[in-house]
């Protein structure tokens, strides 16, 4: 895995702390400010590697898209109040300083990417029982919880059961994860229904603060972070490939899926499909907060 460095220049007020495959963490100079400062880069991802070149403008616009969809949810979040630096005004958020869960809290309401593998090879999905004769991108009797360890930087992220997020957090902490999670999912998907669109999976990250209260953290129902489908054309009856018109980052998962057999360093990203898949980000702004 390629380890990213920090793309944003020296910001003052701020220190920077860390940074993960498409976001930088500042820290508050002042000791008394524990906020944090999260930065969305341009950087984008796939299979666990940083991709080159970025996608213009995507830390705006999944910032945009994140503050928009915690806007909408009725649930405890990390932002927090005051100025962002104008460095990075539109690609940043102010947030509370959390106790990040180490879960990263998948929830599946239709068939396809790892799920769709797993389900070809064992009838399952992170060890979930799942109806025979499902075909890729089927929708699901009913939305399910499947959670990922999130592994230090370096490592791949790893499908879990719930029995080991048990293990990780205990039983009363995954309990929540899992409720929380499946109860934003069906809020949010009713929201991108009204839109004409699928939110056919999405991943959430929580944290907890100094008073130990659950919070929605990080980035929440992006481009990155969740596959949107247009509505119409899943409805449509067409091949899987057709059908699941997406407003997410698949079209860089495909190209690269045709185009990379997985070891070494990944090959850079044709210009065509850098600019298809900035053009899909902002159309699902566009249909979202139209």
Partial sequence: MSTPTSEANSIPGWRHLYSG???DLYASADPADTRILVVAS????????VLSPGIPEKGALLTQLSRWWFAQLDFPNHLAQGEIPAEVSDRAMLAQSLEMLPIECVVRGYITGSGWIEYRESGTVCGIPLPAGLQNGDRLPEPIFTPAYKAPMGEHD????FEKTIELVGAERAAELRAASLAIYA???SIAGEHGL???DTKFEFGTDAEGTLRLADEVL???SSRYWDAAAWESGQTPSERMA??????VRNWLAANWDKQGEPPALPEEVVERTAARYRELIKRLTA
Avoid: G
């Fill in 21 to 23: 495959k498409v976001r």
């Fill in 187 to 189: 809020r949010a998907a």
């Fill in 198 to 200: 699928i939110l056919a």
């Fill in 222 to 224: 992006t481009s990155d």
């Fill in 42 to 49: 341009d950087r984008v991802s796939a299979f666990d590697f």
């Fill in 246 to 251: 997406s407003f997410d980052k698949q079209i």
């Fill in 158 to 161: 790893e499908n879990i059961t």
